[in-house]
């Protein structure tokens, strides 16, 4: 079983970056492809992005490539991301999890952090 505490939320600016962080507990991290995802208010849950268990491998939706980055440190049991040029529709709270396979379907995600808030005002 995987603990997963997401942290590094705030307020921003549009143009601001942020980095955010996620911090799983127990020896298996280094198991599991990790995800972030993201829901605004009113919103369905979005797949933001998704990393490897070794690392090599990430995927991104879309809207956020070029801007966002997702990396891991397995020695660490840490995830984050990186969010560059963030834009008023970046605002969400943002949330890590942890799965068996690489994908950015949030139900084939195992566990899941509290989420973080991001805002991002214009």
């Known amino acids: 079983q995987v603990q997963l505490v997401e942290s590094g939320g705030g307020l921003v600016q549009a143009g601001g970056s942020l980095r955010l962080s996620c911090a799983g507990s127990?020896?298996?991290?280094?198991?599991?492809?990790m995800g972030w995802f993201r829901q605004a208010p009113g919103k369905e849950r979005e797949f933001v992005a998704a990393?490897?268990?070794?690392?090599?491998?990430?995927h991104y939706t879309d809207s956020v490539k070029g801007r966002f980055t997702i990396s891991r440190d397995n020695a660490k049991s840490t995830v984050s991301l990186q969010m560059n040029s963030l834009k008023p529709e970046d605002t969400a709270v943002y949330y890590c999890?942890?799965?068996?396979?690489?994908?950015?379907?949030?139900?084939?995600?195992?566990?899941w952090g509290q989420g973080t808030q991001v805002t991002v005002s214009s």
């Open positions: 127990g020896r298996t991290f280094s198991r599991y492809a």
């Open positions: 999890a942890a799965g068996t396979r690489l994908t950015g379907t949030g139900d084939r995600y195992d566990y």
């Open positions: 990393i490897s268990v070794s690392g090599g491998t990430q």
